[in-house]
């Protein structure tokens, strides 16, 4: 389960923590300053406890008072793989996003979960994305060469730990 604290901009008020949109809802209503009187409005969103995959859509997402509630159901409807697409489009390649209507095919990102620019060409290569191979030649394919060439188009980064290799279009 995903846990958010609301860090107040009031130094006179407290802050709490969260597990869903509602109970933030619910949480802020009775949020008071230390005089008891005024509302606290600004908080700051802090993401302390959940899976690393979720940590890193929040911290991609730029979560805040405005953007929580999608970023909740983000959370709950995307699988983890829709989550990397999102932390690689807007964290690493700089797309921008509207959390309202954000899809994670909004955006042109090619994962490969891989752990080397090589290993990324070895699996191109017995794909056959280069073509047909004959046997007797397939000692002679330079792969690292083909590995440096590859590292024109794609990236490698690491996302909740684990490490990928990309390309956004």
Known sequence: MTQLFAQPYDITANGFFFGSAEEYTEKVAQNRNAY?????????????DGEAIDCALAKA????QASLGAFFDAVDAWDDHDKR???????????????????PDDFDVDIHYVESMRELAEQFVDEGLFGDIPEHLANYIDLDAIARDLAFDYTETYVASESLIYRAV
Do not use: K
């Open 36 to 48: 008891g009187d005024d509302p606290v409005e600004g908080y700051e969103i802090q993401f302390i």
């Open 61 to 64: 997402w730029e979560v805040n």
């Open 85 to 103: 697409v999102f932390i690689i489009a807007v964290g690493e390649a700089g797309y921008t996003f509207d959390p309202e209507t954000v899809a």
